[in-house]
């Protein structure tokens, strides 16, 4: 059974600051997604990683993904006040099924 | 970016009652739609697979008959939440996939407080 552990799940930081969210996962998968949910709403997409050392940057954030190490990682920039949500990773359970097992998700507070 | 509606967003309804929830992909046709259930402040857990023009695949430990679906087309598939009860009051989420190897579209969310 596929496992998604994601840490730490609650992160407080300050505005400029730097900080990276770890996404670990059980066993064998090359699809791996970030998604960000507000607070009341739906998810919204982030970031597709398709294959071994795939890297995508969008803004302040930017994602990777090792599949040898079962491990991608969200790393946040600068951060600003606008990056709070709660972050998902989620990963394809059985290679191209397309269901999703999700991470716990982290709650993102940037303080100004 | 593709885009699925979800409908309605929020409804409160008595208990032993039945609630719909739509959801639609809207520029794109799917084959297959996937039903999420989110507790507050938790993670999201699939509950079934919704395949047009079949039956759905439900997840373990998720009661067929209180949470019927239904995909009577490529855009279009249902959920309805029979006998409502307390404990089902959730966040429930619709997602579909425009392609292969594109990431999952979610709809907005369905808020349903069952009282």
């Known amino acids: 059974e596929l496992k998604v552990e994601q840490n730490p799940l609650f992160l407080s930081m300050q505005e400029g600051k730097n900080y990276t969210i770890y996404c670990n996962y059980s066993?064998?998968?090359?699809?791996l997604y970030w998604y960000r949910q507000d607070p009341g709403k739906s998810l919204e997409s982030l970031f597709v990683?398709?294959?071994?050392?795939a890297v995508k940057q969008e803004g302040r954030l930017m994602a990777s993904l090792d599949t040898k190490a079962r491990l991608s990682t969200l790393h946040i920039t600068a951060a600003v006040h606008d990056l709070s949500a709660t972050y998902f990773c989620?990963?394809?359970?059985?290679?191209?099924?397309?269901?999703?097992?999700f991470g716990k998700g982290t709650k993102l507070t940037v303080n100004p | 970016g593709a885009v699925v509606s979800q409908h309605p967003s929020r409804v409160i309804c008595k208990s032993g009652t039945s609630v719909k929830i739509e959801c639609r992909s809207l520029?794109?046709?799917?084959?297959?739609m996937f039903w999420y259930r989110q507790f507050p402040k938790k993670s999201l857990m699939l509950m079934a697979t919704?395949?047009?023009?079949?039956?759905?695949?439900?997840e373990q430990g998720v009661e067929k008959d209180k949470f019927l679906i239904n995909h009577a087309s490529l855009t279009l598939s249902t959920l309805t939440v029979t006998s409502a009860h307390p404990e089902d009051s959730s966040f429930y989420i619709c997602?579909?996939?425009?392609?292969?190897?594109?990431?999952?579209?979610f709809g907005q969310g369905t808020r349903l407080t069952v009282v």
């Open positions: 997602s579909a996939y425009p392609g292969p190897r594109t990431e999952a579209f």
């Open positions: 066993t064998t998968s090359d699809r």
């Open positions: 990683l398709l294959s071994n050392g």
């Open positions: 989620a990963v394809d359970s059985q290679g191209g099924s397309e269901k999703l097992v």
């Open positions: 520029d794109f046709q799917a084959t297959t």
């Open positions: 919704s395949n047009e023009g079949s039956k759905a695949t439900y």
